[in-house]
């Protein structure tokens, strides 16, 4: 279980409403109902609060492969182990950073910044190269990055590649650029996937633009491959319509 499934759980195992947790606690219900729902989490005051009322440790809390909560102590929590359970939690939110000595202008060559719990824009690694869960630089590497390269989950960039990368050139299961290759691909010049949409030339199995290649095409100017269809009429088709194509681009 979660940490939400398992706070649900233990308000209901003490007979408590959210209205009765949330009174104990000090927040209002709606803190604690978008606890339960995993909207957010509580702060580390809370957290240690929440082990104390359930006599649970803040491991079974925040550890989703704890299933099954400690015994509670004699007596109550002792100070040792509240002490514990503060830096277990404090280890849960903590930030590991490092940036290098070397910088150009006011930027860290290398920025790393990597948080074990949430995405937070104040843990942003910000360098000429970054890498981190939220990353900003030249070269950017993370689960949301952006950069003049950027490489990430999300990713935003003269040059995207990612899940969902938005870019001059965009590379990526979904990719939405000036330039779109992907299987789901949005170009507002050009775009080469399985499902192809640009605004000039669109290349795919399905493929809408004012010039359109492939097994199902509709634009202006259309050609459907079928099963001769050549490289070699490919690109006699995209020049006779776009003679000023940038080769390169031509044969990729």
């Given at each position: 279980?979660?940490?939400?499934?398992?706070?649900?759980?233990l308000r209901r195992r003490e007979g408590m409403s959210q209205e009765q947790l949330a009174d104990r606690l000090g927040v209002t219900r709606q803190s604690v109902s978008k606890w339960e729902s995993g909207a957010a989490q509580p702060e580390l005051a809370k957290l240690?609060?929440?082990?104390?009322?359930?006599?649970?440790?803040?491991?079974?809390?925040?550890?989703?492969?704890?299933?099954?909560?400690?015994?509670?102590?004699?007596?109550?929590?002792s100070t040792a182990r509240l002490e514990e359970q503060v830096e277990e939690i404090?280890?849960?939110?903590?930030?590991?950073?490092?940036?290098?000595?070397?910088?150009?202008?006011?930027?860290?060559?290398?920025?790393?910044?990597?948080?074990g719990n949430r995405l937070r824009l104040r843990d942003t690694a910000r360098g000429i190269i970054a890498v981190g869960n939220i990353a900003v630089g030249v070269?950017?590497?993370?689960?949301?990055?952006?950069?003049v390269v950027s490489i990430g989950v999300i990713s935003v960039g003269a040059l995207a590649l990612g899940c969902l990368a938005f870019g001059l050139a965009a590379l990526g299961p979904v990719?939405?650029?000036?330039?779109?290759?992907?299987?789901?691909?949005?170009?507002?010049?050009?775009?080469?996937?399985?499902?192809?949409?640009?605004?000039?030339?669109?290349?795919?199995?399905?493929?809408?633009?004012?010039t359109a290649v492939g097994n199902d095409a509709l634009g202006k100017h259309v050609l459907l491959w079928g099963d001769g269809l050549t490289g070699a009429q490919v690109e006699s088709f995209l020049l006779e319509h776009h003679p000023d194509l940038w080769r390169p681009l031509l044969r990729f």
């Amino acid at each position: 279980m979660n940490f939400s499934e398992k706070l649900t759980a233990l308000r209901r195992r003490e007979g408590m409403s959210q209205e009765q947790l949330a009174d104990r606690l000090g927040v209002t219900r709606q803190s604690v109902s978008k606890w339960e729902s995993g909207a957010a989490q509580p702060e580390l005051a809370k957290l240690v609060a929440l082990s104390e009322l359930f006599r649970v440790s803040v491991d079974y809390l925040v550890k989703d492969y704890i299933e099954e909560p400690e015994p509670p102590e004699k007596g109550g929590t002792s100070t040792a182990r509240l002490e514990e359970q503060v830096e277990e939690i404090s280890r849960y939110f903590r930030v590991w950073s490092w940036d290098s000595r070397t910088r150009i202008g006011d930027l860290p060559l290398v920025s790393i910044r990597f948080s074990g719990n949430r995405l937070r824009l104040r843990d942003t690694a910000r360098g000429i190269i970054a890498v981190g869960n939220i990353a900003v630089g030249v070269l950017a590497l993370g689960i949301m990055s952006a950069g003049v390269v950027s490489i990430g989950v999300i990713s935003v960039g003269a040059l995207a590649l990612g899940c969902l990368a938005f870019g001059l050139a965009a590379l990526g299961p979904v990719a939405i650029g000036l330039l779109a290759v992907g299987p789901v691909a949005l170009g507002l010049w050009y775009a080469g996937g399985v499902t192809a949409v640009a605004g000039k030339i669109a290349v795919g199995v399905a493929a809408v633009g004012d010039t359109a290649v492939g097994n199902d095409a509709l634009g202006k100017h259309v050609l459907l491959w079928g099963d001769g269809l050549t490289g070699a009429q490919v690109e006699s088709f995209l020049l006779e319509h776009h003679p000023d194509l940038w080769r390169p681009l031509l044969r990729f």
